[in-house]
């Protein structure tokens, strides 16, 4: 049982039952639209989670009162129930996410210029827009698979924006150089708050989107043998 994985998204599911109050970022049909659609999307998978949650609190209360036989005994329905909320939000996600054309963000880079999204996605090759933060366990023991990638692809033409979730530069700076990672990265430094999670919905990380060479979002949520697996397809071995 990832615990630290598990916690990540008890945070997310808070987030999910607050998301449905903002406010689109950009005043435009599209977005509008999007965010329409998201709040739906947040409203169902946070009632699909809400059974694994409680479970969860129970399981948390166990391992704090120091019973661990009793709380591993709930662990294979733990992964049970968490598998089947994942299998839901994913298909739901795709269905609003897939053949979408990109919504821009703008935020700073590392050295506090400003620059969009569009500066690199839909200009005729794959980039994976990965949204991450130096606090995420399971963002850093996912991203030597994201590195390996970009080494092998990135020469074919496969690029990444990094989107981070943090809020504090120093630290952001210092994940991005110890977790060496060579690509663009871009943050508002608002945490939970930032432009990414009220555009896209992104509510857990790690979390990615694929933009095709046309700017249509053609995968979402790309780890490990599955981010491998796609990009083997459209790039070859």
Not at 179 to 201: E, F, M, Q, R, V
């Amino acid at each position: 049982m990832k615990k630290f994985f598990l916690c990540t998204l008890l945070g997310a599911f808070l987030l999910s039952c607050q998301a449905q109050k903002k406010k689109p970022v950009e005043n435009t049909e599209q977005t509008t639209d999007l965010t329409a659609q998201l709040k739906e999307y947040q409203k169902k998978t946070a009632e699909k989670y809400k059974g694994f949650a409680e479970v969860y609190m129970k399981y948390e209360e166990l391992v704090k009162a120091g019973k661990k036989t009793e709380a591993e005994a709930m662990e294979p329905e733990l992964e049970r129930m968490y598998g089947e909320y994942d299998d839901f939000a994913q298909k739901e996600y795709d269905k609003i996410m897939l053949g979408r054309q990109f919504i821009d963000l703008q935020m700073n880079d590392l050295s506090g210029k400003a620059a969009k999204l569009s500066d690199w996605a839909g200009k005729g090759n794959y980039v994976m827009v990965d949204f991450w933060a130096s606090w995420c366990g399971p963002c850093r023991e996912e991203m030597p698979n994201v590195v390996a990638a970009y080494n092998k692809y990135h020469s074919k033409g496969f690029d990444i924006v990094g989107v981070s979730f943090d809020q504090q530069q120093k630290a952001w700076e210092k994940a991005v150089k110890d977790l060496n990672t060579p690509w663009h990265h871009i943050s508002d430094l608002k945490g939970w708050k930032c432009a990414a999670s009220a555009i896209y919905g992104v509510s857990s990380i790690p979390a990615s989107l694929l933009i095709g060479p046309d700017g249509k979002i053609v995968a979402t949520n790309l780890r490990g043998e599955k981010l491998e697996e796609t990009l083997s397809k459209i790039y070859g071995k």
